[in-house]
Each structure stands twice: as structure tokens, then as C-alpha cells.
T-cell receptor, first 114, second 113 residues
Framework: DSGVTQTPKHLITATGQRVTLRCSPR?????VYWYQQSLDQGLQFLIQ???????AKGNILERFSAQQFPDLHSELNLSSLELGDSALYFC?????????????FGPGTRLTVL | GNSVTQMEGPVTLSEEAFLTINCTYT??????LFWYVQYPGEGLQLLLK?????DKGSNKGFEATYRKETTSFHLEKGSVQVSDSAVYFC????????????FGKGTHLIIQP
């Protein structure tokens, strides 16, 4: 158990809909990362927040957005969903903002878009 | 930009065999290098890491050495077990911490008894 929690574990929805994925980082960690894992694209970095502020963006679509709240939990919002958005979405957290720090991954949310 | 290349497999070995999974990278600056493991139905777990050239990361019998001259971080284990069956990801991060991990495509390892 990494100490990172994600809800829900599974999500099934229809094209065009909007969903919210939630992540609670390890106690004391200030940095939260979101990743997408799909069969064709592999594991891709989406976005990073540190202590409530956006710090880095990866291959995140404009239809996707995220935020980190004062209690440090984070939410990833996916809208106008398409079939190709079906994937595993991972959240990770780390303590500080240095590249040597380890990122600890949650168990993931499996999103299925029908 | 950053990129990581690793053999995808599946790699099938017998129990107690020697394991090598190759990983090479392209990165700006001086990245930190990681190996993560993913067991079926689970998230990624850090296996080992190295943060500067010539560092050796090790854990649970696995080792990898940060080779700057060959831009490589190959994973090795002297004697694999059935319980090592999983997907292994090589990854790097650079940019002072304000960045995400760049992953290879993963190597599916199958150990047969």
C-alpha cells in the first residue's frame, strides 16, 4: 500500500459525458501528478500540482482539467468523453519538488467510455 | 524532449535464470532514473532508482547502474523467481522536479517454474 488513494476504482460512462476522478496523496506529500495508461499510448504524464498550484503540464487534452485543493487532495475532470479516453488513470504523489524525489502511485481508476 | 526505450517482450525465462532488461534514454540535463514494477491489477511500485551518473540502485535482488556515457539504465537480477512475473517500466525525470516521469513502454516478464 503506497498511501495514495484514488476513487472510484472503476467508472463506466457514455461518450459526451463528464467525470471526476479523485486522489488523496500520501500524508505530508505536497506534489500530485496525474498519468494516463492506455494500450496504444502507454503511460503518459498529464499534469502536476504542487501545494495547490499547477507546476507542469504534459500531454493533457484541453477537455481535461485538474485542481489541487487546500487539503492537498486533487481532482481530474474529464469532459466531452470519447471512446479513446478509456484508460487507467493514475495519481502519484511526492513530498517535495525535486527530480530525485520518488513518486508513489495510487491503485488507479479504470475509466471505460461506451 | 525526453524519451525512454526498452524491450517490450514478453520476456519468458525459467526460474533461477539471469535477467537483463535493457533501457536507454534521451534527456535534457541530468535526469534521475527509475525502474517501476506493475503487478496485475495494481498500481506502479518503485523498484529502484539512481539520481546521478555511476550510481547503482538496488532492491529485492534487482540492480541497475546509471551509465551516462551510454545513456543506459539496464535492470538485472541474478536469479529470478515466479513471483517476479510482472511488467517493468524504465522511467526518467528531469527539469528540477517541476515535471512528470517519462516512461518506456514496459517489459512484460513471465517466469516459468
Amino acid at each position: 500500500d503506497s498511501g495514495v488513494t484514488q476513487t472510484p476504482k472503476h467508472l463506466i460512462t457514455a461518450t459526451g459525458q463528464r467525470v471526476t476522478l479523485r486522489c488523496s496523496p500520501r500524508s505530508g506529500d505536497l506534489s500530485v501528478y496525474w498519468y494516463q495508461q492506455s494500450l496504444d499510448q502507454g503511460l503518459q504524464f498529464l499534469i502536476q500540482y504542487y501545494n495547490g498550484e499547477e507546476r507542469a503540464k504534459g500531454n493533457i487534452l484541453e477537455r481535461f482539467s485538474a485542481q489541487q485543493f487546500p487539503d492537498l487532495h486533487s481532482e481530474l475532470n474529464l469532459s466531452s468523453l470519447e471512446l479513446g479516453d478509456s484508460a487507467l488513470y493514475f495519481c502519484a504523489s511526492s513530498a517535495i519538488l525535486v527530480s530525485t524525489d520518488t513518486q508513489y502511485f495510487g491503485p488507479g481508476t479504470r475509466l471505460t467510455v461506451l | 524532449g525526453n524519451s525512454v526505450t526498452q524491450m517490450e517482450g514478453p520476456v519468458t525465462l525459467s526460474e533461477e535464470a539471469f535477467l537483463t532488461i535493457n533501457c536507454t534514454y534521451t534527456a535534457t540535463g541530468y535526469p534521475s532514473l527509475f525502474w517501476y514494477v506493475q503487478y496485475p491489477g495494481e498500481g506502479l511500485q518503485l523498484l529502484l532508482k539512481a539520481t546521478k551518473a555511476d550510481d547503482k540502485g538496488s532492491n529485492k535482488g534487482f540492480e541497475a547502474t546509471y551509465r551516462k556515457e551510454t545513456t543506459s539504465f539496464h535492470l538485472e537480477k541474478g536469479s529470478v523467481q515466479v513471483s517476479d512475473s510482472a511488467v517493468y517500466f524504465c522511467a526518467l525525470i528531469s527539469g528540477g522536479g517541476a515535471d512528470g516521469l517519462t516512461f518506456g513502454k514496459g517489459t512484460h516478464l513471465i517466469i516459468q517454474p
